[in-house]
């Protein structure tokens, strides 16, 4: 899509967050797998995550929960107000209600409709694309997005090559409908191409298993990543989907003032920050802080950089993400 729909525009009201207060550092792994802190931060520049504790119940649910509680907080919105919550997530503990519907009820946000969304890493951008849609057209006056992923709770801690990456985080982002068309999403992009879903997958039944992949030793019910497919795939995917964006946008880089992107791995977001000549201080980065968070990853970057006010009013900032399906998505916003 390549202009924004004329009719009314968007605003970000506001953030909020919610990381486990439990770490899982570089040390805490060494303990239990054959890695290393040092090459676990050369090949990822992760030193350590935050993860739910299962065992007490913590998990995504609880994590939406409380980030779109945060968000309401720190905006001061009735959440009666809330007329849409969308949830991404690939680790609810339950399709059934959705995340996004008992964080609704959480909020008593009696008035929402509420369903999750299931893109992997791109769903939050995913949501933000679909959201400001809504909102452009006018049948909505305020959305909650949430992103939301406990990826402990899938993961296979007795393999190295997966399990390091990972970690738990969520947040939130209340939007609303404006009158001024040139606020919210000026650009947006989704794709789907699953010619290599195998990739990264999250089997629950050994029939799903492809045969490539069947003497993979990661039990089923967690994550499987060819993680040098993913790597390439991320590295290439991450700069074009930038480059289509500025393209297609007619925006300059230049003018962008900050790039918010999935927190895979420091290597991919350094390469595509080289190759397109940014300063460090216009690439976000809390990955070394909290690991992959997948959908949880962008909100929670979103409201940290809020809260240290880093989203100025009258500035652009662009969303990137890419992640298992395989999905890619991209949001330039005028905020
Ligand atoms: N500690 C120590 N050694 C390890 C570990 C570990 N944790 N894991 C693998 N190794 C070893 C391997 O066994 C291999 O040894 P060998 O050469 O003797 O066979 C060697 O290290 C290299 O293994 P590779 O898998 O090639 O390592 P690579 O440099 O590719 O790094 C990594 C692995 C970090 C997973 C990388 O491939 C990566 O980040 N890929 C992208 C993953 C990603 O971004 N996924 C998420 C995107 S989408 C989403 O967020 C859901």
């Known amino acids: 899509m390549t202009q924004p729909p004329a ?52 998990g995504t ?3 939406a929960c409380n980030s ?20 991404a997530s690939v680790t609810q503990e339950m399709h059934c209600p959705s995340a996004a519907c008992r964080a609704a009820h959480h909020v008593g946000a009696t008035n929402a409709a509420a369903f999750d969304l299931g893109a992997a890493c791109s769903g939050f951008v995913y949501g933000l694309n679909i959201a400001d849609t809504l909102l452009r ?6 959305i909650a997005v949430i992103g939301s992923d406990a990826m402990s709770t899938v993961l296979d801690y007795s393999e190295r090559s997966v399990s390091i990456l990972f970690g738990d985080a969520s947040g939130a982002v ?23 879903w195998q990739c990264l997958y999250l089997p629950t039944r050994q029939v799903d298993v492809p045969e490539v992949d069947k003497d993979n030793p990661i039990a089923l019910g967690n994550l499987r990543m060819n993680g040098r497919e993913v790597f390439k795939f991320a590295v290439k995917k991450f700069l074009a989907v930038i480059e289509d964006a500025v393209e297609q946008s007619g925006v300059n880089i230049d003018d962008i003032s900050q790039l918010i992107c999935h927190q895979s791995n420091l290597r991919i977001i350094e390469s595509a920050r080289e190759k397109l000549g940014l300063e460090k201080e216009r690439v976000y980065v809390n990955i070394d802080r909290v690991g992959n968070s997948s959908a949880g990853s962008i909100p929670l970057c979103l409201d940290e950089m809020n809260q240290a006010g880093k989203i100025k009013k009258g500035e652009k900032v662009l969303f990137v993400a890419f992640g298992g399906g395989l999905t890619w998505a ?3 916003w005028q905020l």
Not at 14 to 42: F, H, R
Not at 137 to 142: A, C, D, N
Not at 174 to 196: R, W
């Open 174 to 196: 209340i939007l609303e409908s404006v009158e001024d068309p040139s606020l919210g999403c000026i650009y947006q992009s989704m794709g789907a191409d699953a010619s290599n």
């Open 137 to 142: 057209q006018g049948r909505y006056k305020k």
């Open 61 to 63: 649910i609880g994590l």
């Open 7 to 58: 009719g009314r525009g968007v605003r970000i009201v506001g953030t909020g967050s919610s990381v486990p207060d439990q770490t899982l550092s570089n040390a805490d792994l060494e303990k239990i797998l054959d890695t290393s802190d040092e090459w676990i931060q050369q090949r990822t520049g992760i030193k350590t995550r935050r993860v739910v504790d299962k065992a007490a119940g913590g």
């Open 330 to 332: 991209s949001s330039l």
């Open 68 to 87: 779109l509680a945060s968000a309401v907080a720190n905006t001061q919105t009735d959440p009666k107000d809330l007329e849409l919550v969308i949830c």
